[in-house]
């Protein structure tokens, strides 16, 4: 049986620190308003600079669990490089 090559999964970025919901709010706000403005936002950890620059066509996923009483809410969004939207033309 031949073993297929799958790509290997590179974590580039991870993050996590305790915010106020205020903080929360101006971070989702920042990074919507570069998506907006800049196609693109910037994640500055020390002095390295990662570049989120996603396509025009992007998979979103929202997902609220809740256990016990712990509750977690994850915004994920996926898009392939170098994909654009497919449009259809009737000629």
Known sequence: MEQQNQPRTQVLLKH???QNLQQLATTLE???K???EEQ???F???NEE???SPTDDIKVE???EVKGDKHSFE???DWYEGEEKKTMKIL
């Open 16 to 18: 996590k620190e305790n």
């Open 30 to 32: 920042t990074i919507a």
């Open 34 to 36: 570069k998506l907006r």
């Open 40 to 42: 693109k936002f910037v």
């Open 44 to 46: 500055m950890q020390g």
């Open 50 to 52: 990662i570049v989120i």
């Open 62 to 64: 929202f997902e609220y």
């Open 75 to 77: 915004i994920e969004f």
